[in-house]
Every structure is written in structure tokens, then in C-alpha cells.
């Protein structure tokens, strides 16, 4: 069965940068498209970014554009968002997902927890 398993999550202060990681299994890796998610307390799921199979494409929610930057090494099965200029309002718990559609990815990770202190 697909597994994402994240790591990198922890306490930052803001302006701060952090890298988070996806080790995926029970999947072809290199032929599927790879994203992020995250959900703040109260609040619903958003999409953070995603990348395709190839990692020719690669989407940002506005929110994140020019400060997060997703990218894969499909000979290590693993995505990676690295985090800079971290603000509070980035404080969630982040998914790595895949599916056949992003927008509702089929599967999910167990989450990360990244918590920026002002």
C-alpha cells in the first residue's frame, strides 16, 4: 500500500526556514505527481504546492509563492518543501499527498507539525 511518511517539522521562529521531507513507498515514485498540504488549527486543508512526475511543473498557493520551493529526488522516492522566511500564519500541520487527481489526492500522510513563534 502507499505510504508517505513526512519529517522535518518543529518549532522556527519567524523569518526562520525549515525543510520538510516525504519518503514515499508502495508506489511507482518517478511517475507520480507529489504535493503539500496543510491545515492550521481551526481551519480547513489547503494546498500548499505540488509537483509533477517529471518535476517540469510546479504549482504555489499564492500564500506560500516565493518563499516555499518544492522539489523531488525520485532515485530517493522523496519529495522535499523547503520553508523560508517563515511566518506565524504558517503555523499547521503539513501533509504530503499524491493521487490521480492533486486537487483531492488519494493519499495522505500522517502530517508534520510546524509551528512559527513571532
Known amino acids: 500500500q502507499v505510504q508517505l511518511v513526512e519529517s522535518g517539522g518543529g518549532l522556527v521562529q519567524a523569518g526562520g526556514s525549515l525543510r520538510l521531507s516525504c519518503a514515499a513507498s508502495g508506489l511507482t515514485f518517478s511517475t507520480s505527481a507529489m504535493g503539500w498540504f496543510r491545515q492550521a488549527p481551526g481551519k480547513e486543508r489547503e494546498f500548499v504546492a505540488v509537483?509533477?512526475?517529471?518535476?517540469?511543473?510546479?504549482y504555489y498557493a499564492d500564500s506560500v509563492k516565493g518563499r516555499f520551493t518544492i522539489s523531488r529526488d525520485n532515485a530517493k522516492d522523496t519529495v522535499y518543501l523547503q520553508m523560508n522566511s517563515l511566518k506565524p500564519e504558517d503555523t499547521a500541520v503539513y501533509y504530503c499527498?499524491?493521487?490521480?487527481?492533486?486537487?483531492?489526492?488519494?493519499?495522505w500522510g500522517q502530517g508534520t507539525q510546524v509551528t512559527v513563534s513571532s
Open positions: 499527498v499524491t493521487g490521480s487527481r492533486m486537487q483531492q489526492p488519494d493519499y
Open positions: 509537483i509533477t512526475a517529471s518535476g517540469n511543473y510546479i
